[in-house]
């Protein structure tokens, strides 16, 4: 019996407005035009369980969600996720493109929340064990563009309707992520105009590809 090689793990984060959503069809069209089999999904999210406690920490505004049961909240849908969608479909040697995945904890429950790195580092060793993305892309922009940008395109949840300081915090944690972990998040200036944007988005992924290809 043969099995196929495990599939790849890319994710993409940035602040509310950066231009993550519109840059994932990007990716899966780069990486489909290599006849990858790409399965997208997001965070918090992408089970039925998953999403039921999405709708509860992003847009329950007549709720009192103190930040821990917001952070356990959100390691509770990522559990189900990496259960139910993520590794099942890495084993079967599809690549996995999600919107969002734990460095958005480290940047919105550490950074703007203020809950210890080493407390978020605890949950995601027992949720996650070794899993990692293979591959970030950090769409980094300044707030006030950011802002802008999600208030052209929907009406503004928990986290963006949260003060400028707590902007700034995600957006200063999810730099010293990238900072950290050079290898895995490459930080694209998605301030830029969509076209350079989407040039730099298709650079990465092609970059990528190629270490694949050269394992
Ligand atoms: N969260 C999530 C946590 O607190 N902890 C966690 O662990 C996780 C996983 C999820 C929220 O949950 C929080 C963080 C988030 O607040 P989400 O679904 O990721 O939210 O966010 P959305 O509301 O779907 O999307 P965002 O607000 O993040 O926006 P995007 O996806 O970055 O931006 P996008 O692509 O929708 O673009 C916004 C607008 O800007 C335009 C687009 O056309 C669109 O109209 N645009 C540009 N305009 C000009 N130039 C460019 N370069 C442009 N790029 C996009």
Redesign the pocket.
Known sequence: MTHSPRGRFITVE??????????LSVIRDTLEQSSIQVVQT???GGTPCGEALREL??NRRDLDIAPTT?LLT?FAARAQHILQVIEPALKSGRWVLC????D??Y???GG?RGISLDTIAVLEAMVQGTLQPDLTLL?DVDIDTGDA??R???EA?R??SEQHAFKRAVRAQYLALAQRNPQRIKVID?????EQ?VHAVRSQVKAFLGTVVDE
């Open positions: 940035g602040q509310d407005g950066a231009g993550k959503t519109t840059n997001r965070e918090p920490v992003l917001e959100i919107d969002r995945f734990t958005a904890t940047a919105y429950q703007g769409f940008r999600a052209q395109r929907s949840d986290f963006e998605a301030a830029q105009p969509l944007v």
